[in-house]
């Protein structure tokens, strides 16, 4: 169900266009309406909050989730569309339709941006025995100074803060295909923990993480942990 939504969006624009242009009145009205209707109707789809958690993996390493990941290259390419078409059932100017190409530029740097992630299988987030790694960029462990859970109930976000850098690495749930709040527990686990750091990506010591997280959770009385871990032969249970 990835690829679809890679060029779903732009196509739909373009047909609006088309149609617009071929219309004698209301052109821009029409393909206003459209464009948000068929787009909205995507977000619906594709909004990942309206999905249950997904099972944790062994190894840390966690991919944006495929449908909106690819949602998003195709409304980056979409939007791109969008600006010129625009602008072509405004005027002829060829100057104005010239700089509506220069802005449509950039949704579309965006958007190659993440085609070439998803086409690579760049991890949202992988760790490793010297740090992480969140959309392929590393942080060693040592540069992290805390790891939060900002936003609100609606919108949360998972914020790795970094020494030297003033903004802090964010992660979302349109972005990465994991739970929050086990990744606030998994990162806030082995910065604490630097001796269990060199066993990261063994199965077992996935195993045994899962379980002191999962069961320390449920001590305390809180939800939101993830689903059983998934190990190199399926959908295990959870560790007991």
Same mark, same amino acid.
């Given at each position: 169900?990835?690829?679809?939504?890679?060029?779903?969006?732009?196509? =739909?624009?373009?047909?609006?266009?088309?149609?617009?242009?071929?219309?004698?009145?209301?052109?821009?009205?029409?393909?206003?309406?459209?464009?948000?209707?068929?787009?909205?109707?995507?977000?619906?789809?594709?909004?990942?909050?309206?999905?249950?958690?997904?099972?944790?993996?062994?190894?840390?390493?966690?991919?944006?989730?495929?449908?909106?990941?690819?949602?998003?290259?195709? =409304?980056?390419?979409?939007?791109?569309?969008?600006?010129?078409?625009?602008?072509?059932?405004?005027?002829?100017?060829?100057?104005?339709?010239?700089?509506?190409?220069?802005?449509?530029?950039?949704?579309?740097?965006?958007?190659? #941006?993440?085609?070439?992630?998803?086409?690579?299988?760049?991890?949202?987030?992988?760790?490793?025995?010297?740090?992480?790694?969140?959309?392929?960029?590393? =942080?060693?462990?040592?540069?992290?100074?805390?790891?939060?859970?900002?936003?609100?109930?609606?919108?949360?976000?998972?914020?790795?803060?970094?020494?030297?850098?003033? #903004?802090?690495?964010?992660?979302?749930?349109?972005?990465?295909?994991?739970?929050?709040?086990?990744?606030?527990?998994?990162?806030?686990? =082995?910065?604490?923990?630097?001796?269990?750091?060199?066993?990261?990506?063994?199965?077992?010591?996935?195993?045994?993480?899962?379980?002191?997280?999962?069961?320390?959770?449920?001590?305390?009385?809180?939800?939101?942990?993830?689903?059983?871990?998934?190990?190199?032969?399926?959908?295990?249970?959870?560790?007991?």
């Amino acid at each position: 169900m990835r690829w679809p939504w890679v060029v779903v969006p732009p196509l =739909y624009v373009l047909a609006a266009g088309a149609l617009a242009h071929a219309l004698p009145l209301g052109r821009f009205f029409v393909f206003g309406v459209l464009v948000l209707a068929g787009l909205g109707v995507g977000h619906l789809l594709t909004d990942p909050r309206r999905r249950a958690d997904p099972p944790a993996r062994p190894g840390w390493s966690f991919p944006p989730p495929a449908r909106p990941a690819s949602a998003r290259i195709g =409304y980056a390419f979409a939007a791109a569309a969008i600006v010129v078409i625009d602008i072509t059932l405004l005027t002829t100017d060829p100057l104005s339709i010239g700089i509506a190409v220069v802005v449509a530029a950039l949704p579309l740097a965006v958007g190659v #941006q993440l085609l070439a992630r998803l086409v690579r299988g760049t991890p949202a987030l992988r760790l490793n025995p010297a740090g992480i790694e969140v959309r392929g960029t590393p =942080y060693p462990w040592e540069r992290i100074a805390a790891v939060e859970l900002n936003g609100d109930p609606a919108n949360p976000r998972l914020d790795v803060l970094l020494i030297g850098r003033r #903004q802090p690495v964010a992660l979302r749930p349109l972005g990465v295909d994991a739970n929050l709040l086990f990744l606030l527990d998994l990162l806030g686990y =082995y910065h604490a923990n630097p001796a269990a750091r060199p066993l990261i990506g063994d199965p077992s010591e996935a195993e045994r993480t899962h379980a002191l997280l999962l069961r320390a959770r449920l001590a305390a009385g809180l939800r939101g942990g993830p689903r059983p871990i998934v190990t190199a032969l399926g959908a295990a249970g959870a560790p007991s």
